[in-house]
């Protein structure tokens, strides 16, 4: 979580949220209070505006993976570190961390499984294996931050699971979310109780964050916007390839199913349809 005084930036991983900091930490000031961390009660005083960021969901899953294959990432810890993991979950700052670990402690006896899936960054037979395994009942333990405890489990993948959990949970509290168990269920908690007030898509990051800062009204002058859209990204994965690479009808569809309030909130298409849909605007282009 990246705080000012006028702006709180939450972290959702693999969204371009390091580059995002990175930019807002330049325009705006600012400090990091944690990575990916949930918003506390004490943030929520003055007149801070609040940002979010969130990505295509066959491209992160996509990032995500490579990111593992890289060996990085504290997902790729939880999943490829057998027995029991104590590390990085907030311990020794926050008692209530360390009491949710005990009582949920449970060996992750699949690492050579999850080993086997990080083989090759250039395998889609490996993230294939790896998107089934992720959506497996049998291998949420593994994945950790509780999410084989909510049964959102049940309909909602891991993507829309941190979401929930960061946008419209503050620190500790996860009532109502504990509460949902329907897809409809999970819009309505959705519209209720997410309090980020603009998102910035990673296909669309200097563009939507620019967007973001004049709603919040923070001027940035024109040279730096101008550097701002020249700007590389940070803290990407080694992955060269596209997602269109890596998915087959079965895990395309997946991930569509799973992550279906992310799709539809956001107009998100999965990569065969973007694909059908350039070769449409091509053949216009042509004629």
């Known amino acids: 979580m990246f705080v000012s005084d006028r702006i709180v930036f939450l972290e959702l991983q693999k969204t371009g949220c390091t580059h995002i900091r990175n930019l807002l930490k330049e325009i705006v000031g600012g400090r990091l209070v944690m990575r990916h961390n949930q918003a506390p009660e004490e943030v929520f005083t003055g007149d801070r505006f609040f940002l979010g960021s969130v990505r295509d969901?066959?491209?992160?899953?996509?990032?995500?993976?490579?990111y593992c294959c890289d060996g990085r990432g504290d997902l790729y810890s939880n999943l490829?570190?057998?027995?029991?993991?104590l590390?990085?979950?907030?311990?020794?700052?926050?008692f209530f961390s360390v009491l949710r670990l005990v009582m949920g402690m449970?060996?992750?006896?699949?690492?050579?499984?999850w080993q086997r899936t990080f083989r090759d960054i250039n395998d889609p037979g490996a993230f294939r294996e790896w998107v089934r395994m992720l959506h497996d009942p049998g291998y949420w333990r593994d994945i950790g931050e509780g999410y084989w405890r909510f049964p959102v489990n049940r309909f909602a993948g891991l993507l829309t699971w941190r979401y929930m959990r960061l946008f419209t949970c503050r620190k500790n509290q996860f009532g109502t979310l504990r509460a949902v168990t329907t897809p409809e269920q999970l819009i309505e908690h959705e519209r209720q109780h997410c309090f980020v007030d603009r998102f910035i898509r990673n296909e669309h990051l200097e563009a939507d964050l620019l967007e973001a800062l004049r709603a919040a009204n923070v001027e940035v002058p024109a040279q730096k916007v101008a550097e701002l859209m020249e700007r590389p990204k940070t803290n990407t994965s080694s992955k060269k390839r596209g997602p269109g690479y890596y998915y087959d009808e079965q895990t395309e569809k997946l991930v569509g199913d799973r992550d279906r309030f992310i799709v539809e909130k956001f107009g998100y298409l999965a990569p065969s349809a973007r694909a059908a849909c350039d070769q449409a605007q091509r053949a216009r282009q042509a004629i």
């Open 57 to 66: 969901p066959w491209d992160w899953h996509v990032s995500l993976w490579a």
């Open 80 to 85: 490829s570190t057998p027995g029991i993991r």
């Open 87 to 94: 590390r990085d979950h907030g311990w020794k700052r926050d």
């Open 106 to 113: 449970r060996p992750n006896w699949h690492t050579k499984e």
